[in-house]
């Protein structure tokens, strides 16, 4: 259908200058169309936690987002190490980020949870050695 978008976005793997792209891309493409800014902020903050997290814990990837007149799903690939226990990686305050990651700011253990709290729907699909999906929806 027509009045579907989908933009995809490669994410390098560490590589902090160019991090949070993808999302302030996403950011001022959905501004532009006229999406609601309340739904634009909640977007751009749960895929920039996301797309961080691909940099920081996996090896960098895909992602897809899909704009359709009831939702916005945000598809966030990787081929990382995974996610060994995800109610554990969902908890507030919990971080594997070694130190020098912590120098620059990350690692609070908030990225997840923030995830979760401004999206409709949060799935985690994730394998050890494999890699994880991230997949978040939120409605219009
Ligand atoms: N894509 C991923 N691949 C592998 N592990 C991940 C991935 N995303 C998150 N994790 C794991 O889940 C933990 C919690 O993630 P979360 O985003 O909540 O915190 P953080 O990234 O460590 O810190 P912050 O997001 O506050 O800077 C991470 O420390 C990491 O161990
Ligand atoms: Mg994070």
């Given at each position: 259908?027509?009045?579907?978008?989908?933009?995809?976005?490669?994410?390098?793997?560490?590589?902090?200058?160019?991090?949070?792209?993808?999302?302030?891309?996403?950011?001022?493409?959905?501004?532009?169309?006229?999406?609601?800014?309340?739904?634009?902020?909640?977007v751009?903050?749960?895929?920039?936690?996301?797309?961080?997290?691909?940099?920081?814990?996996?090896?960098?990837?895909?992602?897809?987002?899909?704009?359709?007149p009831?939702?916005?799903?945000?598809?966030?690939k990787?081929?990382?190490?995974?996610?060994?226990?995800?109610?554990?990686?969902?908890?507030?305050?919990?971080?594997?980020?070694?130190?020098?990651?912590?120098?620059?700011?990350?690692?609070?253990?908030?990225?997840?949870?923030?995830?979760?709290?401004?999206?409709?729907?949060?799935?985690?699909?994730?394998?050890?050695?494999?890699?994880?999906?991230?997949?978040?929806?939120?409605?219009?």
């Amino acid at each position: 259908m027509s009045d579907i978008i989908t933009l995809t976005y490669t994410v390098s793997p560490d590589d902090f200058t160019r991090a949070g792209e993808a999302s302030s891309n996403v950011k001022n493409k959905l501004k532009q169309i006229g999406v609601a800014p309340a739904i634009v902020r909640r977007v751009a903050i749960a895929m920039y936690e996301g797309e961080i997290n691909m940099v920081i814990h996996a090896n960098g990837g895909e992602i897809t987002v899909t704009v359709s007149p009831e939702d916005i799903t945000m598809v966030l690939k990787d081929t990382g190490p995974g996610i060994p226990d995800v109610d554990k990686a969902m908890q507030a305050g919990y971080s594997t980020a070694p130190d020098d990651i912590r120098s620059l700011g990350f690692g609070a253990g908030m990225g997840l949870p923030n995830m979760k709290k401004y999206t409709d729907d949060i799935k985690i699909d994730t394998q050890l050695g494999v890699g994880t999906t991230v997949t978040m929806v939120i409605h219009m």
